[in-house]
Antibody
Framework: QVLLQESGPGLVTPSETLSLTCTVS????????WSWIRQPPGKGLEWIGF???????NYNPSLKSRATISLDTSKRQCSLRLSSVTAADTAVYFC?????????????WGQGTLVTVSS | QTVVTQEPSFSVSPGGTVTLTCGLS?????????PSWYQQTPGQSPRTLIY???ARSSGVPDRFSGSILGNKAALTITGAQADDESTYYC??????????FGGGTKLTVL
């Protein structure tokens, strides 16, 4: 069973870069796709992007190239960087594993971490 | 930009049956979008219920089922229970490595 745990600063200053890490326990890092999803307080879920161990990746076009996802298989970590943040980026950020058997669903989720953007 | 549509809210009586839908602002949902459904209660991370249109995730009761109804994906709960009261999200795979979530349906059981 794979377990995912997000971590990072809970408070980020506007215009700065948000940086989060997802630590993975169990499962294989190199045969899975990893994704980040966020949820503003009281609102719905928004897909941010994904990465595969080959560095193949893609992002939500609405984030306008502000997002970068990276993978460190030796540390068993997946990271998210979101630049030039504003209050609109305040959200709970989840990491999730994408099913790798062709079903295109998110089959494991972390507990999420709240990031507040404020000065 | 494509919008995935869901009913904002729905209510069902205990023991009743409810069908939630997941559509597209333009076009029809088919199995090629690999629709999946997630259940979320406040303060919790989403739980996978259904993937690839109608495959039930491990441990999910068989009162939850997925299908394509007309031009939408559908999640049907048969014999609703009090602890089914949650928000349900659908996700569609748009191809080219892009996923889009619906806005979620808040289900009340009363």
């Amino acid at each position: 069973q794979v377990l995912l745990q997000e971590s990072g600063p809970g408070l980020v200053t506007p215009s700065e870069t948000l940086s989060l890490t997802c630590t993975v326990s169990g499962g294989s890092m190199s045969s899975s796709y990893w994704s980040w999803i966020r949820q503003p307080p009281g609102k719905g879920l928004e897909w941010i992007g994904f990465i595969y161990y080959t560095s193949s990746n893609n992002y939500n076009p609405s984030l306008k190239s502000r997002a970068t996802i990276s993978l460190d298989t030796s540390k068993r970590q997946c990271s998210l960087r979101l630049s030039s943040v504003t209050a609109a980026d305040t959200a709970v950020y989840f990491c999730a594993r994408l099913d790798s058997s062709g079903h295109y669903n998110f089959d494991s989720w972390g507990q999420g971490t709240l990031v507040t953007v404020s000065s | 930009q494509t919008v995935v549509t869901q009913e904002p809210s729905f209510s069902v009586s205990p023991g009743g049956t409810v069908t939630l839908t997941c559509g597209l602002s333009s076009g029809s949902v088919s199995t090629s979008y690999y629709p999946s459904w997630y259940q979320q209660t406040p303060g919790q991370s989403p739980r996978t219920l259904i993937y690839s249109t109608n495959a039930r995730s491990s441990g999910v009761p068989d009162r939850f089922s997925g299908s394509i109804l007309g031009n939408k994906a559908a999640l049907t709960i048969t014999g609703a229970q009090a602890d089914d009261e949650s928000t349900y999200y659908c996700v569609l795979y748009m191809g080219n490595g892009i996923w889009v979530f619906g806005g979620g349906t808040k289900l009340t059981v009363l």
